[in-house]
């Protein structure tokens, strides 16, 4: 079965402050994506990394790619109260062949 | 973007009714169609997956007479949670992608449907 570990599970901050979201595997995958939930809501697909060493960045958003495409991060600098939600990783391809897997998932509070 | 529309966003229910939850890609055609199940602050959790024109796959422990998935068209796939129990109670979420081996890299999800079974 292959897995991804997602760490911190639940991250608390106040506004302002930087953090770190982790996706680890001993899996290859071909692409890792990363989504943002918000309660009640489906995931909104926030970008999808492909190369490794790979680096993209989405605003206050940095996304990057372990070089042997096993691992990947999430850095939001200076968050704010609306980065609040349910952040998911999720790999595609590796072992489980057509398939996502998703990591167990990072609730963030930003604190105003 | 693409659009992929999920109906009913909530439903209430009594035990042992049966529930439709639909999916549809509203501008592209999905060959294939996954269907989630996710409980509060927890990550989606995969039930089974959707080819257009054939059989489910279903994930291990996922009772495929409990949960009937039926893709009959390549716009169109309906999850139905049969006699349902309050332990069925959680969020749907279905997604949408293409074809062939990279289906799932480039999945648009539906908003949910939220299920409380009474």
Known sequence: TQLLEQSPQFLSIQEGENLTVYCNSSSVFSSLQWYRQ???????????????????????????????????????????????GLYLCAGAGGTSYGKLTFGQGTILTVHP | GAVVSQ?????????????????????????????????????LMLMATSNEGSKATYE??????????????????????????????????????????????KLFFGSGTQLSVL
Request: aromatic letters at 8%; one cysteine or more.
């Open chain 2, 60 to 105: 291990q422990g996922v009772e495929k007479d409990k949960f009937l998935i039926n893709h009959a068209s390549l716009t169109l796939s309906t999850l139905t949670v049969t006699s349902a129990h309050p332990e069925d109670s959680s969020f749907y979420i279905c997604s949408a992608g293409g074809a062939g081996p990279a289906a799932n890299e």
């Open chain 1, 38 to 84: 918000e309660p009640g809501e489906g995931p909104v697909l926030l970008v999808t990394v492909v190369t490794g060493g790979e680096v993209k960045k989405l605003k206050r958003l940095t996304f990057q790619f372990g070089d042997a495409r096993k691992d990947s991060s999430l850095h939001i600098t200076a968050a704010q109260p609306g980065d609040t």
């Open chain 2, 7 to 43: 109906h009913p966003s909530w439903v209430i229910c009594k035990s042992g009714t049966s529930v439709k939850i639909e999916c549809r890609s509203l501008d592209f055609q999905a060959t294939t169609m996954f269907w989630y199940r996710q409980f509060p602050k927890q990550s």
